[in-house]
């Protein structure tokens, strides 16, 4: 099976500049999620999806980020426009009922 | 927002130490679960406990939901370098909501 995919795996960008993520979810699973993680932290939570709705997006930053999932399958995220504090790992995550399968992530460097 | 803490945040020992991890909240969890990351790599999933005072048991990891479902704990015995990697608690809550905690970072000296 397939699991997420996330795109690109790297990315380097000065402050101000705009960032797009992308993530393509397992086959099947209606939930998905994007959570940032800073060094040294946990996972938090940006945004939750079900299906092409969103569930909870309460602790993401409107006022710079913003992220669809466009017939309920793959998603994006961006960023516009990127401050230092946005450097981190963006990790996107479908689930199963209660069981989530993370991608690898996108690590930001913003400079 | 549920408020996971967990103890300690970092963990250094020899292979063949046993050690425990802990995870601790002020709130009632429906269900929690325990995932293992490791360097350039997402959060996998080890276990899920859903029912308070459950214990449950992946080769060396023992995996306990407190009796009030506010707290579990992880236990290796026998640690080995393979067990390295950052240790994340996860509460799950309202509709596939999941929080994590800011995790263990443990390694596993040779």
Redesign the interface.
Known sequence: EAG?AQSPRYKIIEKRQSVAFWCNPISGHA?L?W?QQILG?????LI?F?NNGV??DS?LPKDRFSAERLKGVDSTLKIQPAKLEDSAVY?C?S?D?????????TQLSVL | TQLLEQSPQFLSIQEGENLTVYCNSSSVFSSLQWYRQEPGEGPVLLVTVVTGGEVKKLKRLTFQFGDARKDSSLHITAAQPGDTGLYLCAALWGYQKVTFGIGTKLQVIP
């Open positions: 997420v939930t999620y959570y932290q946990g996972p938090k939570l939750q079900q569930v909870d602790q990790l995550a689930a009922r209660e069981k989530l399968f993370f991608g690898s992530g």
